[in-house]
T-cell receptor
Framework: SQQGEEDPQALSIQEGENATMNCSYK?????LQWYRQNSGRGLVHLIL?????REKHSGRLRVTLDTSKKSSSLLITASRAADTASYFC???????????FGAGTQVVVTP | DSGVTQTPKHLITATGQRVTLRCSPR?????VYWYQQSLDQGLQFLIH???????AKGNILERFSAQQFPDLHSELNLSSLELGDSALYFC???????????FGQGTRLTVV
């Protein structure tokens, strides 16, 4: 079963626009991690936000976490064609660090 | 480059066969996790090893087994393969619980 649910399932935007995707989860967590996957390739770690943090930034990425609503969002600002990928949230609920992944958001950025 | 190395990158084998997937974690990482990614099931946690010991099991079939060796590399053994075992198999490593998990490029297994 999947802990996280991403929304939307797919997103199509133009270069320069912002992309926002959301993740909801069901149980208490230690941290939540976002990953990027280019078509059929490896998962690239983007950012980790701990349960006691509300917002985190990394370059053009901004992640928020609302533990009361059990949700997180990932914002990519000024998107580029190279940001075209699937984005996954993964929750660490404290069971030896194993991650539960959502189904992902497929983002397409057109030039 | 995540620092996690998986071999082979691609594997094509027949039903009923047995294969071994190999993972070398990042230097210094004691935890190794195995995940399976398929179109219908998404990314599923299979098993976790910490410093040679099994710590957690997920949706891992009895036909699958894994181990972590003293040098911390890990192997995932898949036997009596079925068509439905075709998937991307990822290994991830982590310094310790609660830290970032870094993934390898995966092994794409095709069972024909």
């Amino acid at each position: 079963s999947q802990q996280g649910e991403e929304d939307p399932q797919a997103l199509s935007i133009q270069e320069g626009e912002n992309a926002t995707m959301n993740c909801s989860y069901k149980t208490s967590i230690n941290n939540l991690q976002w990953y990027r996957q280019n078509s059929g390739r490896g998962l690239v770690h983007l950012i980790l936000i701990r349960s006691n943090e509300r917002e985190k930034h990394s370059g053009r990425l901004r992640v928020t976490l609302d533990t009361s609503k059990k949700s997180s969002s990932l914002l990519i600002t000024a998107s580029r064609a190279a940001d075209t990928a699937s984005y996954f949230c993964a929750t660490d609920a404290g069971s030896w660090g194993k991650l539960q992944f959502g189904a992902g958001t497929q983002v397409v950025v057109t030039p | 480059d995540s620092g996690v190395t998986q071999t082979p990158k691609h594997l094509i084998t027949a039903t009923g066969q047995r294969v071994t997937l190999r993972c070398s974690p990042r230097s210094g990482d004691l935890s190794v996790y195995w995940y399976q990614q398929s179109l219908d099931q998404g990314l599923q946690f299979l098993i976790h090893y910490y410093n040679g010991e099994e710590r957690a099991k997920g949706n891992i079939l009895e036909r699958f087994s894994a181990q972590q060796f003293p040098d911390l590399h890990s192997e995932l053994n898949l036997s009596s393969l079925e068509l439905g075992d075709s998937a991307l198999y990822f290994c991830a490593s982590s310094r310790r619980q609660g830290h970032e998990a870094f993934f390898g490029q995966g092994t794409r297994l095709t069972v024909v």
